[in-house]
């Protein structure tokens, strides 16, 4: 982001959409393997006696249950990269003159 940051405006690109679409892929990261952080995180609290209520909770059933966030999440990232001005409409009209 330090990086990229910098460049976006001489591209064309406006800062507060490209940090809009860097969070929104860092959390499409964090629930995707092979980094899928939020998994071994879900998956570790699923162990829990108070949450499982006796089920026995496998990995596998946290991926299967993420797996689904995954293409709705790549629809609005589309969504953004087609329709920018999606998120720069809310700080226009709170600022407007």
Do not use: C, K
């Amino acid at each position: 982001m330090p990086l990229l940051l910098p460049i976006t405006p001489a591209f064309g690109i406006d800062p507060l959409w490209f940090g809009a679409f860097i969070v929104l892929l860092g959390e499409l990261a964090v629930i995707t393997p092979p980094v899928g952080v939020l998994l071994y995180v879900i998956h570790r609290l699923s162990q829990s006696e108070e949450v499982n209520l006796g089920q026995t909770i496998t990995i596998t059933d946290v991926m299967r249950a993420a797996i689904t966030f995954i293409p709705i999440t790549i629809v609005v990232a589309l969504v953004l990269i087609f329709f920018p001005d999606l998120v720069t409409i809310l700080p226009e009209l709170s600022f407007a003159d």
